[in-house]
């Protein structure tokens, strides 16, 4: 019996000791959304779900709360009291208590409650301008990787086209080789060609899966959510041009509705209001108070002794500042000088925002030529390499002379693609500039 308990012991000491699996547990599986967004979608979308922009909001409502709470400065504030003490000495013990209800109120303070209360509502104000410059800077990020993914989404199509083309040649060519009427060495060019195709394929498939992928970082999106972009019309291109007013008229409405210069202009009304506050330290200061409070002294008759030790009192306090060490005359030195550099600040943000829009719509006149341009070459080069094709599918040419057609092709191909939307880019930043609406 002995050696059977020692038994089950070793083997159950045994077990115990083993390693044990462990036992993970599984995390649910994320279930992927799915959304077809125009740009337009994807501002909306981001506008909603940006963190950043969530925060700057939270930001902009603390300011708003802080403004309404100041412009209750004006009114008394009341408080109530109540204490009860007890003490013991040798002669005894006692208890005594009070209780009382007080107010005071501001009545001249050199105006500084009334500028207090404007310059919470400047900053509120600004709070709103910095969310409206996050916007238009969110809404610049997001259109250029709209338009990089719509790029590359069109280069992939003509890509897959020219793959096709190109496994059909390959086909031929080993058909043609087969029965020897091309030599081996056109049919190896046909097949690198087709290698050489697949490749440029793939590549742009993950260049235009990257761009998504930095929208649906710009969105806030979950990265496992399938976002497919809807191609917009892109035919309207001359009109959008044709469109564009004069650069002096692009200034103008850049200066009007440019965030960053009127932060600017904020920031030198804070200034100014700075400074009248900061001479608010040489003015006097008026305040009324009034108090009503009565008290015991012992347990007995307590009733009898609030009503006996019942009193009011009303008063007025006045403050002269005569001397204050300087400190009143370094305060408004400093919010002078502080708003003089907000002055200097204004002058050069004024200049950026004209030099920036001038730069912006020089850009659109130099894309929309480069555009033009490219359109008339890919035009070309597109007539030439069919015809070259048909020729090769007759034997009128050899591998070699498609293959080099159809290389200059896909060149002048992707660099009108390109150039078209390099054009939308430009084009619409300039839009952003002058504060008009962003749509495709």
Same mark, same amino acid.
């Given at each position: 019996?002995?050696?059977?308990?020692? !038994?089950?012991?070793?083997?159950?000491?045994?077990?115990?000791?083993?390693?044990?699996?462990?036992?993970?547990?599984?995390?649910?599986?994320?279930?992927?959304?799915?959304?077809?967004?125009?740009?337009?979608?994807?501002?909306?979308?981001?506008?909603?779900?940006?963190?950043?922009?969530?925060?700057?909001?939270?930001?902009?409502?603390?300011? *708003?709360?802080?403004?309404?709470?100041?412009?209750?400065?004006?009114?008394?504030?009341?408080?109530?009291?109540?204490?009860?003490?007890?003490?013991?000495?040798?002669?005894?013990?006692?208890?005594?208590?009070?209780?009382?209800?007080?107010?005071?109120?501001?009545?001249?303070?050199?105006?500084?409650?009334?500028?207090?209360?404007?310059?919470?509502?400047?900053?509120?104000?600004?709070?709103?301008?910095?969310?409206?410059? /996050?916007?238009? $800077?969110?809404?610049? *990020?997001?259109?250029?990787?709209?338009?990089?993914?719509?790029?590359?989404?069109?280069?992939?199509? /003509?890509?897959?086209?020219?793959?096709?083309?190109?496994?059909?040649?390959?086909?031929?060519? *080993?058909?043609?080789?087969?029965?020897?009427?091309?030599?081996?060495?056109?049919?190896?060019?046909?097949?690198?060609?087709?290698?050489?195709?697949?490749?440029?394929?793939?590549?742009?498939?993950?260049?235009?899966?990257?761009?998504?992928?930095?929208?649906?970082?710009?969105?806030?999106?979950?990265?496992?959510?399938?976002?497919?972009?809807? $191609?917009?019309?892109?035919?309207?291109?001359?009109?959008?041009?044709?469109?564009?007013?004069?650069?002096?008229?692009?200034?103008?409405?850049?200066?009007?509705?440019?965030?960053?210069?009127?932060?600017?202009?904020?920031?030198?009304?804070?200034?100014?209001?700075?400074?009248?506050?900061?001479?608010?330290?040489?003015?006097?200061?008026?305040?009324?108070?009034?108090?009503?409070?009565?008290?015991?002294?012992?347990?007995?008759?307590?009733?009898?002794?609030?009503?006996?030790?019942?009193? *009011?009192?009303?008063?007025?306090?006045?403050?002269?500042?005569?001397?204050?060490?300087?400190?009143?005359?370094?305060?408004?030195?400093?919010?002078?000088?502080?708003?003089?550099?907000?002055?200097?600040?204004?002058?050069?943000? $004024?200049?950026?925002?004209?030099?920036?829009?001038?730069?912006?719509?020089?850009?659109?006149?130099?894309? /929309?030529?480069?555009?033009?341009? !490219?359109?008339?070459?890919?035009?070309?080069?597109?007539?030439?390499?069919?015809?070259?094709?048909?020729?090769?599918?007759?034997?009128?040419?050899?591998?070699?002379?498609?293959?080099?057609?159809?290389?200059?092709?896909?060149?002048?191909?992707?660099?009108?693609?390109?150039?078209?939307?390099?054009?939308?880019?430009?084009?619409?930043?300039?839009?952003?500039?002058?504060?008009?609406?962003?749509?495709?």
């Amino acid at each position: 019996m002995k050696i059977l308990l020692k !038994s089950l012991f070793l083997t159950a000491l045994a077990l115990l000791m083993m390693p044990q699996p462990v036992i993970a547990q599984e995390a649910e599986p994320h279930e992927s959304k799915n959304y077809q967004f125009t740009l337009e979608d994807c501002l909306r979308f981001a506008f909603a779900n940006s963190y950043d922009r969530k925060s700057m909001e939270l930001s902009a409502e603390a300011q *708003q709360v802080t403004y309404e709470q100041s412009k209750q400065s004006r009114l008394p504030s009341v408080n109530a009291s109540a204490s009860e003490t007890y003490s013991n000495n040798k002669n005894g013990s006692n208890y005594s208590g009070n209780v009382g209800v007080g107010a005071s109120v501001v009545i001249y303070q050199g105006g500084n409650i009334n500028k207090s209360i404007k310059q919470n509502r400047l900053n509120m104000e600004r709070s709103e301008m910095q969310l409206q410059q /996050y916007d238009n $800077q969110l809404s610049v *990020q997001i259109l250029q990787a709209f338009l990089s993914a719509l790029s590359n989404n069109e280069l992939l199509e /003509y890509q897959e086209v020219m793959l096709n083309s190109s496994r059909a040649q390959m086909k031929q060519g *080993q058909e043609r080789y087969k029965v020897g009427s091309i030599l081996e060495s056109d049919m190896l060019l046909l097949e690198a060609q087709y290698i050489s195709d697949s490749t440029n394929v793939i590549e742009t498939r993950i260049s235009r899966d990257n761009s998504i992928m930095s929208l649906k970082v710009l969105l806030s999106m979950d990265p496992l959510d399938n976002l497919q972009i809807i $191609q917009p019309n892109t035919d309207n291109l001359d009109d959008m041009t044709a469109s564009l007013p004069s650069e002096e008229a692009a200034i103008d409405m850049a200066l009007k509705a440019y965030p960053s210069l009127k932060l600017s202009q904020y920031d030198i009304l804070l200034a100014e209001n700075n400074i009248s506050m900061a001479k608010t330290g040489y003015m006097p200061s008026l305040n009324a108070n009034a108090n009503v409070g009565t008290g015991h002294t012992d347990f007995d008759n307590v009733g009898q002794q609030f009503d006996d030790r019942f009193n *009011q009192s009303i008063g007025i306090s006045l403050s002269i500042p005569i001397y204050s060490r300087g400190q009143n005359r370094a305060n408004v030195k400093r919010s002078k000088i502080a708003l003089e550099q907000a002055q200097l600040d204004y002058e050069q943000t $004024q200049l950026d925002v004209r030099q920036t829009v001038s730069l912006a719509y020089r850009n659109v006149i130099s894309s /929309y030529n480069t555009f033009k341009a !490219s359109e008339m070459k890919e035009n070309a080069y597109s007539k030439s390499y069919n015809a070259y094709e048909v020729q090769f599918n007759y034997g009128k040419i050899t591998a070699v002379e498609l293959l080099q057609q159809q290389n200059n092709y896909l060149n002048v191909l992707n660099t009108f693609i390109r150039n078209k939307y390099t054009l939308l880019l430009q084009r619409k930043i300039l839009d952003v500039y002058m504060g008009n609406e962003i749509t495709l």
